[in-house]
């Protein structure tokens, strides 16, 4: 049972470039999310996935796309590489976000992007 | 706006002495509030939750929390520390914004347990 696994965990890209960072989880969890650290300013939530099927802006869209691609498989891509997109990205996923319980999150190790 | 508060940057505290770590939050109807801990290069651990009942709620690794509805507070606590806790601390809530659930994260503070 490996929880919430991100693939790459280090990446360096030149301004304008693309790429997809991966996030699998096999906890057969509905909900999914994509969160970037930064120095002082904790996590924003980047867009998250209530359920398969669905996906929703967060609080830092801009610049970003992703697809849930099943159940298990949340991506991120950055169409195009800006070095105010350097930073430590996070997948998580959670068993619900919807209704009256409210679940923890469970998280993966991170992605380390550098945008040159 | 709906917004989670972590007031101090760093805590610093002997090993053995108790430790708090302060969060307040501004949220409209009942809170949904979470602790959650990330060591270095490593993503966020969940430490407890509350949701309901007990205002005391007990959570991983001796940490317990105490939600105080009347000043919208949710601090962290530890009766005793060690330096395995150091450690940086999120605060989270989930809040609901025209029927949209999502989850608040603080900025987070950083625990320094000194030996």
């Known amino acids: 049972n490996a929880g919430v696994t991100q693939t790459p965990k280090f990446q360096v890209l030149k301004t304008g470039q693309s790429m997809t960072l991966q996030c699998a989880q096999d906890?057969?969890?509905?909900?999914m999310y994509w969160y970037r650290q930064d120095p002082g300013m904790g996590l924003r939530l980047i867009y998250y996935?209530?359920?398969?099927?669905?996906?929703d802006k967060g609080e830092v869209p801009n610049g970003y796309n992703v697809s849930r691609l099943n159940k298990r498989e949340f991506s991120l891509r950055l169409e195009s590489a800006a070095p105010s997109q350097t930073s430590v990205y996070f997948c998580?996923?959670?068993?619900?976000?919807?209704?009256?319980?409210?679940?923890?999150?469970?998280f993966g190790p991170g992605t380390r992007l550098t945008v040159t | 706006a709906q917004s989670v508060a972590q007031p101090e940057d760093q805590v610093n505290v002997a090993e053995g002495n108790p430790l708090t770590v302060k969060c307040t939050y501004s949220?409209?109807?009942?809170?949904?509030l979470f602790w959650y801990v990330q060591y270095p290069n490593r993503g966020l651990q969940f430490l407890l939750k509350?949701?309901?009942?007990?205002?005391l709620v007990k959570g991983s690794y001796g940490f317990e929390a105490e939600f105080n509805k009347s000043q919208t507070s949710f601090h962290l606590k530890k009766p005793s520390a060690l330096v395995s806790d150091s450690a940086l601390y999120f605060c989270?809530?989930?809040?609901?914004?025209?029927?949209?659930?999502?989850?608040?994260f603080g900025t987070g503070t950083r625990l320094k347990v000194l030996a």
């Open positions: 996935s209530a359920s398969e099927g669905t996906t």
């Open positions: 906890m057969n969890h509905n909900s």
């Open positions: 509350y949701i309901t009942g007990d205002n």
């Open positions: 998580a996923s959670s068993e619900a976000l919807l209704g009256w319980e409210s679940y923890e999150q469970y």
């Open positions: 949220v409209s109807g009942n809170p949904y």
């Open positions: 989270a809530v989930r809040a609901v914004t025209s029927g949209t659930y999502k989850y608040i």
